[in-house]
């Protein structure tokens, strides 16, 4: 089985600032995806960015992006120029390459962000 | 597009009632998800639905059932219902393939149940 866990319950980031979200995992597998999921007051839970686990390079969109580190099993967040609208729950999942779509979560980062 | 659409999305009902939630997915989309989020134990997965199929449960009581139908619609059904359950269900679906680049879910805004 897997698990996810982000060790940050609450982070704060001043407006215009980086900030990064930690996340490690647990797992036997070597083919799956991570991702980086967003859920704002509304619920909705939006995605962020995926990594698939066989890439390198670490994924990258607009102004968030990713390191990952397989070896390590971690898979952190930074999110650059932060601003108002980046405040929300953030959960990291993993999906295994062939589990059809079971994500297993991360507990969650409430990131505040400060004008 | 449309997205994912769910139905109701806040329902309130009391202990031992029964309860039906309805996913609507992106069309084209044949896997549908069901997720449980609760302040308590997070976001847990209930099972997958994939063209007419169970493929995937996870670990829930017998209490908590689903289904889907043709149009890729799919349902779930909580009985008797404990306090406990009372937490926001989301669904979630995406095409369904095994192979890389598929694995995409997208969400719909959820179903909040008030277990009273």
């Known amino acids: 089985a897997q698990t996810v866990t982000q060790s940050q319950p609450e982070m704060s980031v001043q407006e215009a600032e980086t900030v990064t979200l930690s996340c490690t995992y647990d797992t036997s597998e070597s083919d799956y995806y991570l991702f980086w999921y967003k859920q704002p007051p509304s619920r909705q839970m939006i995605l962020v960015i995926r990594q698939e686990a066989y890439k390198q390079q670490n994924a990258t969109e607009n102004r968030f992006s990713v390191n990952f580190q397989k070896a390590a099993k971690s898979f952190s967040l930074k999110i650059s120029d932060s601003q108002l609208g980046d405040a929300a729950m953030y959960f990291c999942?993993?999906?295994?390459?062939?589990?059809?779509?079971?994500?297993?979560f991360g507990g969650g980062t409430r990131l505040m962000v400060k004008p | 597009k449309a997205g994912v659409t769910q139905t109701p999305r806040y329902l309130i009902k009391t202990r031992g009632q029964q309860v039906t939630l309805s996913c609507s997915p992106i069309?084209?989309?044949?896997?549908v998800s069901w997720y449980q989020q609760t302040p308590g134990q997070g976001l847990q997965f209930l099972f997958e639905y994939f063209s007419e199929t169970q493929r995937n449960k996870g670990n829930f009581p017998g209490r908590f059932s689903g289904r889907q139908f043709s149009n890729s619609r799919s349902e779930m059904n909580v009985s008797t219902l404990e306090l406990g359950d009372s937490a926001l269900y989301l669904c979630a679906s995406s095409l369904g393939d095994r192979v890389s680049g598929a694995n995409v879910l997208t969400f719909g805004a959820g179903s909040r149940l008030t277990v009273l």
């Open positions: 999942a993993f999906i295994s390459y062939n589990a059809g779509n079971m994500l297993t």
């Open positions: 069309s084209g989309h044949r896997s």
